[in-house]
Nanobody
Framework: QVQLVESGGGLVQAGGSLRLSCAASGRTFSNNVMGWFRQAPGKEREFVAAINWSIGSTYYATSVKGRFTISRDNARNTVYLQMNSLKPEDTAVYYC????????????????WGQGIQVTVSS
């Protein structure tokens, strides 16, 4: 079983930056894609970004493209989400996901999820 642990969330003013980390452990993934999703109060969970672990291809939601950067450290089994120029609408619980079992990085089914971490952007 894959375990995912997120860290790095918190409170930041609009225009500020945060970096989220997702450390993975456990069995080998059946797929090399890891992603970040978020869920704001009263809204459905939405895709934020994803990365192909082995070749480094990245995917972004339109709302974060140009502001967020996803990267990975293979040696540490860790994926990062650098979030710059944060806006109040980025406020949400952010979840790390791994082990894409079907579909594509944006809307597929991930088998492993982290516990979520709060990001709050004040105006």
């Amino acid at each position: 079983q894959v375990q995912l642990v997120e860290s790095g969330g918190g409170l930041v003013q609009a225009g500020g930056s945060l970096r989220l980390s997702c450390a993975a452990s456990g069995r080998t993934f059946s797929n090399n894609v890891m992603g970040w999703f978020r869920q704001a109060p009263g809204k459905e969970r939405e895709f934020v970004a994803a990365i192909n672990w082995s070749i480094g291809s990245t995917y972004y939601a339109t709302s974060v493209k140009g502001r967020f950067t996803i990267s990975r450290d293979n040696a540490r089994n860790t994926v990062y989400l650098q979030m710059n120029s944060l806006k109040p609408e980025d406020t949400a619980v952010y979840y790390c996901a791994a082990d894409l079992t079907s579909g594509n990085a944006y809307s597929g089914i991930y088998a492993a999820w982290g516990q979520g971490i709060q990001v709050t952007v004040s105006s």
